[in-house]
C-alpha cells in the first residue's frame, strides 16, 4: 500500500445514520480506505428534539451512543479485517451542521454519505442531509447509492 503522504484522502469521513444507505456508505468508505491507506471517521449525529433542556440532551446522547455502537460493532470487525484506522463519535444536534463542521474541525479530505436518511420525508428526494452536506462541505463529497 502507498504511505498516507501519498494519498490524496488521508482522512475520509461517513455520516452514519443507521439506515441502510448509510452502511452501504460505510461499506465504499471502508474499501476506499483500505485502498488508500486512509484514516475513516464514522460519524453519527443524533437529532434532539426541540426545544430540549440540557438533561434531555445528555439522556439522548447515552441513549444514541448506545444505539449506534451496537450498529458499529459490524463495521469495526470489517475495519479490523481491512487493516482500516477506524474512528467513531456520536453527537447531538443538526446532522447537516453536525457533518460540516466536524470535517472542517478534523481536516477531512472525503464525505461519504447514503444516498437517503432513515426519515419517511427523505425517501422522497435526493435526501436532504446528503443534498446540504453536498451543498456547504468544504471538501469532496461521495453519495452512495
Do not use: W
Not at 504511505?3 to 441502510?20: I, Y
Not at 448509510?22 to 426541540?50: I, T, Y
Not at 457533518?99 to 419517511?120: F, K, P, Q, Y
Not at 435526501?127 to 471538501?139: I, M, P, Q
Amino acid at each position: 500500500m502507498r504511505g498516507r503522504r501519498d494519498c490524496q484522502f488521508k482522512r475520509v469521513m461517513v455520516g452514519f445514520d443507521g439506515s441502510s444507505q448509510s452502511e452501504k456508505a460505510a461499506d465504499v468508505a471502508l474499501k476506499l480506505a483500505r485502498a488508500m491507506d486512509s484514516r475513516l471517521l464514522l460519524f453519527a449525529v443524533a437529532r434532539p428534539p426541540e426545544p430540549a433542556t440540557s438533561v434531555e440532551l445528555d439522556a439522548m446522547l447515552d441513549d444514541a451512543r448506545e444505539h449506534f455502537e451496537e450498529q458499529f460493532k459490524k463495521i469495526r470487525t470489517r475495519a479490523t479485517e481491512y487493516e482500516v484506522d477506524l474512528e467513531t463519535d456520536v453527537v447531538v444536534g443538526h446532522p447537516v451542521e453536525q457533518i460540516v463542521h466536524r470535517a472542517e474541525a478534523d481536516r477531512v479530505n472525503l464525505i461519504v454519505l447514503g444516498r437517503r436518511g432513515v426519515s419517511r420525508f427523505e425517501r422522497i428526494i435526493i435526501g436532504s442531509t446528503s443534498e446540504k452536506v453536498l451543498r456547504y462541505a468544504h471538501c469532496p463529497v461521495l453519495v452512495v447509492r
